[in-house]
């Protein structure tokens, strides 16, 4: 019986490990160690010491000064990248570039609880279900990178959130969602 346990135990670990290494979505930090423009891809070493390869998405959004546009990268950016993943492969679809006017924002993922239209309150939780909530007052929503109004988000939606930092306080500057 033990063996069979401990056998079960190994098999489902295996499955565990392969389902969350075989894709879904991340948020990677780190500095722009080097940039190849011909094969759309950056090398970036992230805040722990290891180089990681990330291709560029074809549609892919780089935020440099609070502007969202398709500037290049350069070597020393620190930057936040929200990814696409694979078991071998990263693709960035987001890149903030923390520098200047940026550099105390960052980038959190999450699904949608509630928007409430007359206060302009938004609510989404982040990825280990912790519940925030932002005014939507100065801030933005694109759908399929379409600039939208907030009252057309669906509930349990995943969201990609640009976020200001002041202090302990955070102020949503955007929110991005990607429909199918």
Same mark, same amino acid.
């Given at each position: 019986? *033990? ?19 075989? !894709?879904?979505?991340?948020? #990677? ?19 722990? *010491?290891?180089?990681?390869?990330? $291709? ?8 440099? !000064? ?33 520098? *200047? ?8 993922? *999450?699904? #949608? ?8 309150? #938004? ?10 909530? /932002?005014?939507?007052?100065?801030? $933005?929503? /694109? ?6 109004? /907030? ?13 200001? $930092? ?15």
């Amino acid at each position: 019986m *033990g063996r069979f346990l401990s056998y079960c135990g190994s098999t489902f670990l295996l499955v565990l490990s392969t389902s969350v290494c075989s !894709g879904g979505e991340s948020i #990677i930090a780190g500095k722009v160690k080097s940039v190849d423009l011909a094969k759309q891809e950056f090398v970036l070493t992230e805040t722990s *010491g290891k180089d990681r390869t990330i $291709k560029l998405d074809q549609n892919v959004v780089i935020n440099r !000064g609070g502007r969202d546009s398709s500037a290049e990268l350069k070597v020393k950016d620190a930057v936040m990248a929200h990814c696409d993943t694979t078991a071998v492969t990263w693709t960035a679809t987001y890149v903030l570039v923390q520098d *200047g006017e940026s550099a105390n924002w960052s980038l959190d993922r *999450g699904n #949608i609880v509630k928007y409430d239209s007359e206060s302009k309150q #938004i609510s989404y939780a982040d990825e280990q279900g912790r519940p925030y909530q /932002f005014s939507t007052t100065d801030a $933005k929503l /694109f759908i399929n990178r379409v600039e939208s109004k /907030f009252e057309s988000v669906k509930t349990g939606e995943p969201v990609l959130a640009l976020l200001k $930092k002041a202090g302990d306080r955070s102020t949503l500057k955007s929110m991005y969602v990607t429909r199918k």
